[in-house]
């Protein structure tokens, strides 16, 4: 599936300077400045990752918002292990579990998080997350800056030959995103 945001943006009645603007209309009718375009990702839309057993639909890769947040709806199927624990020095990642449950364990601490369970993992906090349930479990994240959502591309790229990983190249790859094993 391939990503379809759609861009919108309210008709200001009041601009009558823009009509040549690509769809675009701007902040006032005197300036001619352009306003940032909406996304909108509908249910079925938004860029497909398949993790092995994990799928994730990219609803924001960044480039809606100057790269500033990420953000990626993840349905981990029953009894998926997640990545080892590591931690990003340079973006933060928050998790919001919709259905089922998932396992975060930071550092040593283990935290059951069911639906309504916001866990925000600042940079340089030490993580992981899997389903260790029957059930699968979806969960919404964020990425701050968007850093990470490459990431998940390279490795389904990595991925798509059927070959598991080897260890050394999990880091390597982590490692271009400022991320490392804890």
Same mark, same amino acid.
């Given at each position: 599936m391939t990503h379809e945001s759609r861009n919108t943006e309210t008709e200001n009645t009041?601009?009558?300077?823009?009509? #040549?603007? !690509? #769809?675009?209309?701007?902040? !006032?009718g005197n300036t001619g400045s352009a306003r940032p =375009?909406?996304?909108? %990702? @509908?249910?079925?839309e938004g860029e497909t990752i398949v993790?092995?057993?994990? @799928?994730?639909? %990219?609803?924001?890769? +960044?480039?809606?918002?100057?790269?500033?947040?990420?953000?990626?709806e993840s349905v981990l199927a029953p009894h998926t292990? #997640?990545?080892?624990?590591? @931690?990003?020095?340079?973006?933060?990642?928050?998790?919001? %579990?919709?259905t089922g449950s998932v396992r975060f364990t930071v550092g040593r601490d283990e935290h059951d998080a069911t639906p309504g369970t916001f866990v925000m993992v600042p940079a340089g906090a030490?993580?992981?997350?899997?389903?260790v349930t029957g059930q699968p479990a979806v969960m919404l994240s964020t990425f701050t800056p968007d850093l990470y959502v490459q990431y998940f591309?390279?490795?389904?790229d990595a991925l798509e030959g +059927?070959?598991?990983?080897?260890?050394?190249?999990?880091?390597? =790859?982590?490692?271009?995103? =400022?991320t490392e094993p804890a």
């Open positions: 009041g601009n009558s300077g823009n009509s #040549g603007n !690509s #769809g675009k209309t701007g902040n !006032s =375009a909406v996304s909108v %990702v @509908r249910p079925g993790l092995g057993t994990t @799928r994730m639909r %990219v609803l924001e890769d +960044g480039s809606n918002t100057g790269h500033r947040l990420g953000m990626a292990p #997640g990545p080892a624990q590591h @931690r990003h020095a340079q973006h933060d990642e928050g998790f919001y %579990v919709i030490p993580h992981t997350f899997a389903n591309r390279d490795l389904r +059927g070959e598991p990983m080897a260890p050394e190249a999990g880091i390597q =790859a982590m490692s271009r995103f =400022a």
